[in-house]
Every structure is written in C-alpha cells, then in structure tokens.
C-alpha cells in the first residue's frame, strides 16, 4: 500500500466485490438452511436439489484437490472421471437420488440407528457410493466422519438437519460393525 503505483481504488473495490460473492454464498446457504426447516417442519415441500445448494463448481473442484492430498490420489481421480462421465441428466438423478436418501435418513431419525429402516437407508447410501467408487468399510466409516468432522461437509449437512452428520457417523458405525461381524 505504500508504494506509490498502488492503486488503493482499485483494490478496495476488488475486495468489495469479493465480500459481495461471499455475502451473497451466505445468503443462499441461509435460503437453504430456511427452506430444508420449512420442509422438516412439513410447511414447505423442498426440491430435492434444493436441499444441497452451497458448493459451487469451484469449491466442488477445491475439495477434489483436498481428497486428492488426503486420500489416494488414484481413486479420487478415478472418482472424478467416473462423475465428468455422466450426462447432466444422469448427474441430476443420481444428485436427486443422493438427496432423496437423506430426506428419508431425515425422517427415520427417530428410529435410532441401529432400526431396520435407518439400516436399510445406510444400505441404500453404500450401494449409492458405487456411482462414484466403491467403498470399502473403514472407507465408509472414514466417510461418515468426514460428514461430521469436517467442517465444510458438517456445514451442508448441517443445513438439511442439525444433526444428520452425527447421525450418519452413527448409522454407519452400526451398519459397518454389522457387516464385520457377519464375515467372522
């Protein structure tokens, strides 16, 4: 800022376009979060690619990149390839799909974790992983965390149901202990 080429002007209303972007994304995420209530509350039928607004195209591309360091790179690159493959209409059903497991995980909450329904909901879930690699158990488990402690994931499940993501962790944990005990 002290140099004398350093366009103060400019730089201002860059940063101000940027608040504006991120204002906006939070405006959106509360339009989300208003909407997924109503629709808990039975007040508002909610679309179901309504229910997981908030990541735009480069935060979706931004996590790749983090999985890719976290993870083995391969499979998330190979997760990717699998995902760009799909036509868009293909990509919104499986995104509908997706969602329509979580409105149903949602509403089996009641139930507890360990209940039939919410089982068979965990199962629906796995079985839909194949769309994008197939998990193995720990991979599920590390998955189900990741829902809930990772902030940026715990945030968009967050907004369809305060506490899906540690529902999830929950669900899954029984689904995975049920599996290992059946292989001995």
């Known amino acids: ?5 350093f366009d103060l002007l400019g ?3 860059s940063h101000r376009e940027a608040l504006q972007k991120q204002v906006a994304r ?16 039975g007040e508002k039928l909610m679309s179901q690619k309504g229910l997981f607004k908030g990541f735009s195209e480069e935060e979706q591309e931004k996590l790749a990149q983090e999985a890719e360091q976290t993870y083995d790179p391969e499979t998330v690159r190979e997760s990717n390839r699998k995902w760009k493959a799909y036509s868009k209409e293909k ?9 329509q497991i979580y409105v149903e995980m949602i509403a089996a909450m009641p ?16 079985s839909h992983m194949d769309y994008f690699w197939t998990p193995n158990l720990d991979q599920l488990l590390g998955l189900a965390s990741m829902y809930n402690d990772d902030p940026k994931f715990k945030a968009n499940f967050d907004d369809m ?4 993501a540690e529902f999830m962790r929950e669900a899954v944990t029984v689904y995975v202990s049920a599996r290992m005990k059946e292989k001995g």
């Open 91 to 99: 990509k919104d059903a499986i995104l509908a799909e997706g969602n």
């Open 26 to 41: 939070l405006n959106q995420l509360l339009v989300t979060v208003d909407n997924t209530i109503q629709h808990i509350k």
């Open 111 to 126: 139930k507890g974790a360990s209940s039939a329904e919410v089982q068979a909901l965990v199962w629906r879930w796995r």
């Open 1 to 5: 800022m002290g140099r004398r080429d």
């Open 161 to 164: 149901h305060p506490k899906l």
């Open 11 to 13: 730089a201002l209303q």
